[in-house]
């Protein structure tokens, strides 16, 4: 078991392009979540799923933020049209229900 | 809407000294309370988790007490070292088991 992967590490865009993230759970975790954090906060929760079924999405998560866990496995997050406030460090973190959260390195995402 | 507040925002102290570190919350009504490390431009490194039956744990050098009464947890780090440095955050999970984290503490352990 190697842990909670993110890829890629770093991505850099431009205003009005689309990128996806992927996450890939330790593997006997059932839950996943996305959380979202800027320089000086905590991480803001954005998502989670147990299983394949997405639970609970924050009001963070505007229409143009999508994630999907297709078979309960890996996850991915999809920004639409990014905009420049978008750029944050996103963390995804999995775990046995209501036990202790393994996160991911993140992506650190930068709209120019 | 859960509130989590830690203090003090951040701390630097000479290595060998015993911290105590604060985290509060608005909502009684929690699952459990975690607290976590994270080094700059990394995640971040699950330290101990308290269900909310629980009073304390502990791990190594570090110790986490829970009072969910007073909604309240407190790290304590015994002889703080240099590699101790990092921001420490604590996060509160309550029954619809969506975290809320706190903004941390940041702390420098100089030699």
């Known amino acids: 078991d190697t842990g909670v992967s993110q890829n890629p590490r770093h991505k850099i865009t431009k205003r009005g392009q689309n990128v996806t993230f992927r996450c890939d759970p330790i593997?006997?975790?059932?839950?996943l979540y996305w959380y979202r954090q800027t320089l000086g906060q905590g991480p803001e929760f954005l998502t989670y799923?147990?299983?394949?079924?997405?639970?609970?999405k924050s009001r963070l998560l505007s229409d143009r933020f999508s994630a999907e866990r297709p078979k309960g496995s890996f996850s991915t997050l999809e920004i639409q049209r990014t905009e420049q406030g978008d750029s944050a460090m996103y963390l995804c973190?999995?775990?046995?229900?209501?036990?202790?959260?393994?996160f991911g390195p993140g992506t650190r995402l930068t709209v120019l | 809407k859960q509130e989590v507040t830690q203090i003090p925002a951040a701390l630097s102290v000479p290595e060998g000294e015993n911290l105590v570190l604060n985290c509060s919350f608005t909502?009684?009504?929690?699952?459990?309370l975690q607290w976590f490390r994270q080094d700059p431009g990394k995640g971040l490194t699950s330290l101990l988790l308290?269900?909310?039956?629980?009073r304390e744990q502990t791990s190594g050098r570090l110790n986490a007490s829970l009072d969910k009464s007073s909604g309240r947890s407190t790290l304590y780090i015994a002889a703080s070292q240099p590699g101790d440095s990092a921001t420490y955050l604590c996060?509160?999970?309550?029954?619809?088991?969506?975290?809320?984290f706190g903004r941390g503490t940041s702390l420098i352990v100089h030699p």
């Open positions: 973190a999995s775990s046995e229900m209501g036990d202790t959260q393994y």
């Open positions: 593997s006997e975790h059932n839950r």
């Open positions: 799923f147990q299983n394949e079924a997405q639970l609970e």
């Open positions: 909502d009684s009504a929690i699952y459990n």
């Open positions: 308290i269900q909310s039956s629980q």
């Open positions: 996060a509160v999970q309550g029954g619809s088991y969506i975290p809320t």
